[in-house]
């Protein structure tokens, strides 16, 4: 998947897709290299912080490993989402 990043705050960075899905198990608090889908706008987040998001979202996975390219990324820049294979 991929798609132009946006940020809500300081302390995620997203980005917006065509998945259509209701929320499950979903939650407002967040740490730092969570993954959550934002239902309301099809939208795959990624927390660079802790944070407490004033939507509900659901958690769909964990960054592992180095996540300050994250902190490099600006508004608008061109987002990769996928899944390395061997």
Not at 70 to 80: A, H, R, T
Request: charged residues 25%.
């Amino acid at each position: 998947m991929e798609g132009h990043a946006h940020f809500l705050g300081k302390s995620i960075v997203y980005f917006e897709t065509a998945v259509d899905s209701g929320n499950e198990r979903s939650t407002k608090e967040f740490k730092k290299g969570d993954i959550a889908f934002l239902s309301t706008a099809g939208s795959i987040c990624f927390f660079i912080e802790d944070a407490s998001s004033g939507k509900t979202m659901t958690p769909i996975g964990k960054m592992l490993g180095n996540m300050d390219p994250l902190k490099d990324v600006k508004s608008g820049d061109v987002f990769y989402f996928y899944e390395e294979t061997a």
